[in-house]
């Protein structure tokens, strides 16, 4: 019997050799896919906005960051089971960051600068249906088609996070936005066509479904155009006016809303929060109407309803969804209820049905409704330093959040701060506000968690110029 080694044919090897190929492909893509979600952590876009960030960032003097700590982060997870040597292997690609000689910590190359123009460069898109685990990786190789993003942040129902189907994009250059939106065809997401338009387009949709006008316009331009939460520029400015070591010195004042006839201590979490256990839930206050088509205007709904309520309701609505929930302040009695239905029997010229909404739904309406307002009477008492006699705060029309692993967050605003030579107290702050100075309702942009956050923030360092490799 022949004992000569037995080779493979060219035909044999070409399979394993194309397998390997295909491997070595898969690879190189996720080592790149791993060096840009790190590269978004410390960007422009990013790292003054994100306050753990900025805490890693400024604990070093010379600002480097443990790799560790970002391999921790949620979006990280699937590219740190490669080990740590991997995800320092595919930072040490990148032309933004370095890695020490150790390869233990990472750091831009460049300093950090205020971004310009995010607010002409990002877009509104509607249509991406029901949240999927794997849907934000989607979407960013989806706009990534039309030119380099800097971040695609879901947006999200305020209370229980839930996905909207729509999202806010900023690209990183102004002709990528100006490509997405001229699109021919149309941008369509599993074959059918979104709903799209310039963040700017966005605001006076907006302005102008809720009637606003004058300066309540102005300003609810700015709070979606403006990035909510955390601002190192900002807190910077503030060391240097010695506004940040005053803050330090003493302790905040607690901030209390007053909500449907409970006072209610709202914490600091995520911009202005409630503890879900603490909103009271009363039966009976609130209605949903069916059959608007998609659109409603909220100065038309409320015009009837101002001359027998009170208190204006407070309206959550979602453009596109063919359903809407109004909030009262108090159970409605049956001739209230009978009211509604007679004088407001149709929505955006459609004829609508009324109805109560199930117990668990309006529930959770009641605690969307308390968050809401919290962000907007912790915003207020922050703007005025803290201090407070009192006031008012709230909005209408409860709106959500949705990044590429950016935080979100959004605050709407409220009455607050006390005359000057009056000392603080707490805040206590109802949830509505009476006339045009109504602090109307938000719609924050922002993203899912990042990744497993600390229990304590550092305190933030002075700035100080990363050192570069010599040209």
């Known amino acids: 019997?022949?004992?000569?080694?037995?080779?493979?044919?060219?035909?044999?090897?070409?399979?394993?050799?194309?397998?390997?190929?295909?491997?070595?492909?898969?690879?190189?893509?996720?080592?790149q896919d791993a060096r840009k979600q790190i590269e978004f952590y410390f960007a422009d876009s990013n790292l003054p906005f994100d306050k753990f960030m900025w805490s890693l960032h400024t604990a070093n003097a010379e600002h480097w960051v443990p790799i560790k700590t970002v391999s921790s982060f949620k979006r990280m997870r699937e590219y740190a089971s490669k080990g740590h040597d991997w995800i320092v292997k595919a930072l040490r690609t990148s032309e933004e960051l370095e890695v020490d000689e150790?390869?233990?910590?990472?750091?831009?190359?460049?300093?950090?600068?205020?971004?310009?123009?995010?607010?002409?460069?990002?877009?509104?898109?509607?249509g991406f249906g029901d949240e999927t685990s794997d849907l934000q990786k989607k979407l960013e190789k989806f706009f990534d088609q039309y030119g380099e993003t800097n971040a695609v942040r879901m947006r999200r129902i305020d209370g229980n996070k839930?996905?909207?189907?729509?999202?806010?994009?900023?690209?990183?250059?102004?002709?990528?936005?100006?490509?997405?939106?001229?699109?021919?065809?149309?941008?369509?997401w599993d074959g059918k066509e979104l709903?799209?338009?310039?963040?700017?387009?966005?605001?006076?949709?907006?302005?102008?479904?809720?009637?606003?006008?004058?300066?309540?316009?102005?300003?609810?331009?700015?709070?979606?155009?403006?990035?909510?939460?955390?601002?190192?520029?900002?807190?910077?400015?503030?060391?240097k006016k010695g506004k940040g070591q005053r803050g330090k010195d003493k302790p905040n004042p607690e901030v209390w809303l007053e909500f449907m006839g409970s006072k209610i201590r709202v914490q600091e979490e995520d911009g202005?929060?409630?503890?879900?256990?603490?909103?009271?839930?009363?039966?009976?206050?609130?209605?949903?109407?069916?059959?608007?088509?998609?659109?409603?205007n909220f100065t038309e709904m409320k015009t009837p309803l101002r001359e027998r309520f009170a208190r204006v309701p407070y309206i959550q609505f979602s453009k596109g969804d063919d359903f809407g929930l109004v909030g009262f302040d108090k159970a409605l009695t049956e001739d209230e209820i009978d009211y509604v239905k007679t004088n407001l029997k149709t929505v955006n010229s459609n004829e609508v049905q009324w109805s109560i909404p199930e117990g668990e739904e309006e529930k959770q309406f009641?605690?969307?409704?308390?968050?809401?307002?919290?962000?907007?009477?912790?915003?207020?008492?922050?703007?005025?330093?803290?201090?407070?006699?009192?006031?008012?705060?709230?909005?209408?029309?409860?709106?959500?959040?949705?990044?590429?692993g950016g935080r979100g967050g959004g605050?709407?605003?409220?009455?607050?701060?006390g005359r000057s030579g009056e000392k603080s107290q707490p805040a206590a702050v109802s949830e509505e506000q009476s006339g045009e100075k109504r602090k109307r309702a938000v719609e924050p942009d922002g993203g899912p968690d990042t990744g497993i956050r600390g229990q304590a923030i550092p305190a933030i360092a002075p700035s100080k110029k990363a050192k570069t490799d010599a040209a």
Not at 162 to 188: C, I, R
């Open 162 to 188: 839930q996905f909207k189907g729509s999202v806010f994009v900023e690209f990183a250059e102004m002709k990528s936005a100006e490509a997405f939106l001229n699109a021919n065809p149309k941008p369509s």
């Open 411 to 417: 605050r709407g605003g409220g009455r607050g701060g």
């Open 102 to 126: 150790a390869g233990e910590n990472a750091r831009r190359r460049t300093e950090v600068q205020p971004p310009k123009g995010q607010f002409e460069r990002s877009v509104y898109a509607k």
């Open 1 to 31: 019997m022949s004992t000569e080694p037995v080779t493979a044919s060219a035909e044999e090897k070409r399979p394993a050799e194309e397998a390997a190929a295909i491997h070595e492909g898969d690879e190189d893509e996720k080592l």
């Open 195 to 239: 709903l799209i338009m310039s963040k700017e387009a966005y605001c006076d949709m907006k302005i102008k479904e809720k009637g606003l006008t004058g300066k309540t316009a102005e300003m609810r331009k700015d709070n979606i155009a403006s990035r909510k939460g955390f601002n190192a520029f900002q807190e910077m400015q503030n060391e």
């Open 272 to 296: 202005g929060s409630v503890k879900s256990e603490d909103v009271p839930y009363i039966k009976g206050a609130t209605m949903k109407f069916t059959g608007c088509g998609g659109d409603a």
């Open 366 to 404: 009641q605690i969307d409704r308390a968050n809401f307002a919290a962000r907007s009477v912790l915003s207020r008492s922050q703007e005025k330093g803290g201090s407070s006699r009192g006031g008012r705060g709230g909005g209408r029309g409860g709106r959500g959040r949705g990044g590429r």
